[in-house]
């Protein structure tokens, strides 16, 4: 038994399988959202750019309301301003620039794709996807270190098992503890006993 707890407590090594995968799976992110970022702005229809710029722009006097979600008059203001400067044919980048004259970078709902704001644009990502993937290899390495410890205690009680088996054996069989030492008192004489013999011919 005692030779089977090397094998029992050295599980299989950790191989790279997982990480490999969560890699991939993250440059398979990063490359749909640039294809996404790739559309071009003639594919969609002026209703459909409309929305969509209406979506990128804050209602300045909402709380945390894009102009495409707020009722308020700012907003439908802004929506209206943003489907005539798509009328007069100038490109969602020049419209964004124009709102960012008048009320700043915070009118933005998200940072533009450059320099530093692409940066604030994947970092989030990496964050996310790498909390995700030291949360799997957590949870994948307890449950190793807990099938380990079930298969020590296994081999620990095996011997204590067997045990109460042959005692248990000894029980059904009529034999004692007490009848079990006295036989082997009677197969083993202690050593200068001249025996029953002997004293009869002294």
């Known amino acids: 038994m005692a030779s089977r707890l090397p094998f029992i407590a050295i599980g299989p090594r950790p191989s790279?399988?997982?990480?490999?995968?969560?890699?991939?799976?993250?440059?398979?992110?990063?490359?749909?959202?640039?294809?996404?970022g790739c559309i071009r702005e003639d594919d969609l229809t002026l209703e459909q750019r409309s929305h969509q710029l209406a979506g990128q722009l804050m209602c300045p006097v909402c709380d945390g309301q894009t102009?495409?979600?707020?009722?308020?008059?700012?907003?439908?203001?802004?929506?209206?301003?943003v489907r005539e400067l798509l009328e007069s044919g100038i490109t969602n980048a020049e419209i964004k620039d124009y709102f960012v004259v008048r009320y700043g970078e915070e009118i933005l709902a998200a940072p533009e794709g450059g320099g530093f704001n692409l940066i604030a644009w994947i970092v989030p990502f990496f964050i996310a996807f790498g909390g995700m993937a030291i949360a799997l290899l957590t949870v994948r390495n307890l449950k190793r270190s807990h099938a380990r410890s079930g298969g020590l205690a296994s081999a620990g009680t095996g011997s204590a098992g067997l045990s109460e088996y042959l005692a248990q054996v000894d029980r059904d069989l009529g034999i004692s503890d007490a009848a079990t030492a006295g036989a082997a008192k009677?197969?083993?004489?202690?050593?200068?006993?001249?025996?029953?013999?002997?004293?009869?011919?002294?």
């Open 16 to 36: 790279l399988s997982n990480a490999a995968a969560i890699s991939l799976l993250l440059l398979m992110l990063v490359m749909f959202a640039a294809a996404i």
């Open 67 to 81: 102009i495409d979600a707020s009722s308020a008059q700012i907003a439908q203001d802004m929506r209206a301003k």
């Open 186 to 202: 009677t197969k083993s004489p202690k050593t200068g006993d001249p025996g029953p013999g002997k004293k009869a011919a002294s």
